[in-house]
């Protein structure tokens, strides 16, 4: 079959004169051409699969916090706004809640963002151990070997290495404060007096001067321990009245010891440091907690200077949670969710 010399024609002219013809031809390809992609992606690539809660990235801590002066709830960042301006801060935690460690690298971030000369202090870390983290932070040592030497928390790649990092990228000192535990281990099996049998560098490691005064710190620190379960070492016959007095009053005496040298060791970070610097020290609430144990020593040596205690708590429901009762625990309070416990082990 032949067509028509003038059909032949009039066809050509159509497709390469008459422009609207050709555009709508253009556009019904790309369509149709899309359709075809789209389809082909959703039969060669499965839908993902629900992932589980622990798959989850962390992004954000479910939180309130509470300004003890003001008697109301607020924010995050306004908790931040108003402890800038101290010159220490104490960041009381509670040392196996996630939630917590994760606010504690936050806040040191957000005082970073207003005030960029930052000394960061930790109970975590022993004086003995403080040259190894220098040379870490001085990049004189790897981090392999930085962790072999400077006897770390268990959590510690968890819990406190964001902060470390942070202060590490920011060529900020990290001051390890604490005194050596097998010192404070021996203070509690025979008091304060085995100071004195110390030579004269392992008594550096320790403050200078110690308190250990029975006041509302001892109280607290009594009502904590409870009966000391009653017996000696090992298996050995119940302890009497006077014993267990005894052996209370050895472990106040090493918890005052590390009181008195995370305090010290605050009071000469806050001096070294150039001017208008602020020490964030991460520790354990109790010591913190009332402006109690670590906190007093602190604001002791530091006449005249602005401290500032944050004390976070974990509780199961934070719309319940109640800051009015606990005001006097500190400046601020900040509430964590508590994590969930453990599912019981298979047997």
Same mark, same amino acid.
């Given at each position: 079959?032949? /067509?028509?010399?003038?059909?032949?024609? $009039?066809?050509?002219?159509?497709?390469?004169? =008459?422009?609207? $013809?050709?555009?709508?031809?253009?556009?019904? $390809?790309?369509?149709?051409?899309?359709?075809?992609?789209?389809?082909?992606?959703?039969?060669?690539?499965?839908?993902?699969?629900?992932?589980?809660?622990?798959?989850?990235?962390?992004? =954000?801590?479910?939180?309130?916090?509470?300004? /003890?002066? *003001?008697?109301? $709830?607020? @924010? +995050?960042?306004?908790?931040?706004?108003?402890? &800038?301006?101290?010159?220490?801060?104490?960041?009381?935690?509670?040392?196996?809640?996630?939630?917590?460690?994760?606010?504690?690298? #936050?806040?040191?971030?957000?005082?970073?963002?207003?005030?960029? *000369?930052?000394?960061?202090?930790?109970?975590? +870390?022993?004086?003995?151990?403080?040259?190894?983290? @220098?040379?870490?932070? #001085?990049?004189?040592?790897?981090?392999?070997? +930085?962790?072999?030497?400077? %006897?770390?928390? !268990?959590?510690?790649?968890?819990?406190?290495?964001?902060?470390?990092?942070?202060?590490?990228?920011?060529?900020?000192?990290?001051?390890?404060? *604490?005194?050596?535990?097998?010192?404070a281990s021996a203070v509690a099996r025979a008091s304060l007096t085995m100071l004195d049998t110390l030579n004269a560098t392992e008594r550096a490691w320790i403050a200078k001067d110690l308190a250990c005064p029975h006041d509302a710190y001892f109280d607290r620190f009594k009502e904590t321990m409870g009966d000391m379960s009653g017996h000696g070492p090992g298996s050995g016959p119940a302890l009497s009245d006077s014993a267990k007095a005894a052996q209370l009053d050895r472990i106040y005496q090493s918890q005052c010891s590390k009181d008195e040298t995370m305090g010290e060791s605050?009071? %000469?970070?806050?001096?070294?440091?150039?001017?208008?610097?602020?020490?964030?020290?991460?520790?354990?609430?109790?010591?913190? @907690? =009332?402006?109690?144990?670590?906190?007093?020593?602190?604001?002791?040596?530091?006449? *005249?200077? &602005?401290?500032?205690?944050?004390?976070?708590?974990?509780?199961?429901?934070?719309?319940?949670?109640?800051?009015?009762?606990?005001?006097?625990?500190?400046?601020?309070?900040?509430?964590?969710?508590? !994590?969930?416990?453990?599912?019981?082990?298979?047997?």
């Amino acid at each position: 079959m032949t /067509t028509h010399p003038k059909v032949a024609r $009039f066809i050509v002219h159509v497709l390469f004169n =008459y422009k609207p $013809f050709i555009l709508f031809m253009k556009r019904t $390809f790309v369509v149709l051409s899309l359709l075809a992609s789209i389809a082909q992606a959703q039969t060669a690539v499965p839908a993902p699969a629900t992932p589980g809660i622990d798959a989850i990235p962390a992004s =954000y801590v479910p939180h309130r916090v509470y300004d /003890t002066r *003001n008697k109301r $709830f607020t @924010d +995050f960042e306004t908790m931040l706004s108003e402890i &800038v301006y101290s010159d220490v801060v104490f960041l009381g935690e509670q040392h196996d809640d996630p939630g917590t460690h994760r606010l504690e690298a #936050a806040t040191l971030e957000g005082l970073t963002r207003r005030r960029g *000369n930052i000394v960061l202090a930790l109970e975590m +870390f022993e004086r003995d151990v403080q040259k190894p983290l @220098d040379f870490y932070l #001085a990049g004189r040592m790897s981090e392999a070997d +930085f962790l072999k030497n400077a %006897r770390p928390w !268990p959590r510690y790649m968890t819990d406190y290495r964001p902060m470390v990092e942070f202060a590490k990228w920011y060529k900020w000192p990290v001051i390890a404060g *604490n005194i050596p535990r097998r010192d404070a281990s021996a203070v509690a099996r025979a008091s304060l007096t085995m100071l004195d049998t110390l030579n004269a560098t392992e008594r550096a490691w320790i403050a200078k001067d110690l308190a250990c005064p029975h006041d509302a710190y001892f109280d607290r620190f009594k009502e904590t321990m409870g009966d000391m379960s009653g017996h000696g070492p090992g298996s050995g016959p119940a302890l009497s009245d006077s014993a267990k007095a005894a052996q209370l009053d050895r472990i106040y005496q090493s918890q005052c010891s590390k009181d008195e040298t995370m305090g010290e060791s605050i009071a %000469r970070a806050f001096a070294a440091a150039p001017p208008r610097a602020l020490v964030l020290h991460v520790n354990g609430s109790f010591h913190s @907690d =009332y402006r109690q144990g670590t906190a007093a020593r602190a604001q002791s040596r530091l006449k *005249n200077k &602005v401290v500032s205690v944050v004390s976070f708590m974990p509780v199961e429901d934070l719309d319940k949670a109640d800051g009015k009762k606990d005001r006097s625990i500190g400046d601020y309070i900040v509430f964590t969710l508590k !994590p969930p416990a453990p599912a019981p082990a298979k047997p």
